[in-house]
T-cell receptor
């Protein structure tokens, strides 16, 4: 149904600073996690993923951290740029299923 | 070439009408999805097909009917449209389990 009562959190950061976006996932059986970026008027785009046998994965300017003990994911963006302004979603997938479950999203605003 | 393409991008229609949204993927993926994104950006899975077979059918009104004529296409037909159906609908595809899903650009449906 609708996300009644849920508000889209916003993170505002200065250009050039590092950003950290957090996500609490729901299912302790989930074993694959993805971060997506959604720009205005577009569909979600893959940024980085991580499997449950890892706790850290790095890409270009992005790092994902996974803490399975507390069911927490974070996305770190280094040297945030204006083009990073978007809504960021985490998604989880449980082994043996095809069902991607998305978190509520965080809007990142980069201030000049 | 667009990997996952949806038509139309915008759809404005009156309550009570029946409408369809089409989706095609040229990635050779076996699995396709429909997601609904509400005004608060919450992404909720509706349906999934794997090799033309329905594998996920969330709690969606039966006015919504997906159809997969082949594994490259997944269309969404909506009968008797209601105001609450207004949202952005995203099609996605994935090559299998435990891989990222690729999203289309979305169809903004407005029911008046």
């Amino acid at each position: 149904g609708e996300s009644v009562g849920l508000h889209l959190p916003t993170l505002s950061v200065q250009e050039g600073d590092n950003s950290i976006i957090n996500c609490a996932y729901s299912n302790s059986a989930s074993d694959y996690f993805i971060w997506y970026k959604q720009e205005s008027g577009k569909g979600p785009q893959f940024i980085i993923d991580i499997r449950s046998n890892m706790d850290k994965r790095q890409g270009q300017r992005v790092t994902v951290l996974l803490n399975k003990t507390v069911k927490h994911l974070s996305l770190q963006i280094a040297a945030t740029q204006p083009g990073d302004s978007a809504v960021y979603f985490c998604a989880e997938l449980t082994s043996g299923t095809y069902k991607y479950i998305f978190g509520t999203g965080t809007r990142l605003k980069v201030l000049a | 070439d667009t990997a996952v393409s949806q038509t139309p991008k915008y759809l404005v229609t009156q309550m009570g009408n029946d409408k369809s949204i089409k989706c095609e993927q040229n990635l050779g993926h076996d699995t396709m999805y429909w997601y609904k994104q509400d005004s608060k950006k919450f992404l909720k899975i509706m349906f999934s097909y794997n090799n033309k077979e329905l594998i996920i059918n969330e709690t969606v009104p039966n006015r919504f009917s997906p159809k997969s004529p082949d594994k490259a296409h997944l269309n969404l037909h909506i009968n008797s449209l209601e105001l609450g159906d207004s949202a952005v609908y995203f099609c996605a595809s994935a090559p299998g389990r435990n891989t990222e899903a690729f999203f289309g650009q979305g169809t903004r449906l407005t029911v008046v």
